[in-house]
């Protein structure tokens, strides 16, 4: 089967860093040129199962599926409007075989296939979550978190610190207009990055 796209079709690469307009959200959502270095921490390979916990558009778990052919997910999200845009998103982005697992984690990640990966995007100063997120994790899998609050970012130190593990901030800007002739460097929101392996 050859596929030829119609004039005008947008071609997304199976590359990760999809653009951020490519996927329906309430503006939760991994940012691209983040959302690239997260994948590349989580290393996807084929067959290997990630969990996404606090999912929001979906944007890690349908990049990871995109990214290699026969990866798997299992994601956790509770927000029902959001489970409605990961709908949306996985069959719009080809990755409608992604398993959804609808409520809080805590209470639904018991008895469920371990993951060889997982991505904590959301909740991670939630009390629980991310010792919770950890204990279900493979021996050998990877493990990163993601946070934008102090609150999250004192969790992820103190997993560091425990852990050990990599604790990285990713800062990025975008050229956005000042006048009318001028241009400045506006910073986004910077990300403080945990990855660790499980021993």
Request: net charge positive; with cysteine; glycine share 12%.
């Amino acid at each position: 089967i050859t596929c030829r796209p119609m004039p005008g079709a947008a071609l997304l690469p199976r590359v990760p860093g999809l653009p951020d307009e490519a996927f329906h959200h309430d503006g939760q959502i991994t940012k691209r040129e983040v959302r690239a270095i997260t994948l590349a921490a989580l290393a996807p390979y084929p067959q290997a199962l990630l969990w996404d916990v606090g999912a929001g558009s979906g944007s890690i778990a349908i990049e990871w599926m995109r990214a290699v052919r026969g990866a798997r997910v299992m994601l956790f999200e509770r927000n029902p409007t959001r489970l409605g845009l990961i709908a949306e998103n996985a069959v719009k982005l080809g990755a409608p075989s992604l398993e959804v697992v609808a409520g809080d984690f805590l209470e639904t990640h018991v008895g469920r296939e371990r993951p060889d990966a997982l991505f904590l995007g959301g909740g991670v100063s939630d009390a629980g979550m991310a010792e919770a997120a950890w204990a279900a994790l493979k021996p050998g899998g990877r493990f990163v978190a993601n946070a934008v609050t102090v609150e999250g970012e004192a969790r992820l130190a103190d997993f560091h610190a425990f852990h050990g593990g990599e604790l990285l901030r990713i800062d990025i800007s975008h050229a956005e207009p000042i006048g009318r002739q001028h241009r400045a460097m506006r910073p986004r929101y910077g990300v403080t990055q945990w990855r660790a392996v499980k021993p």
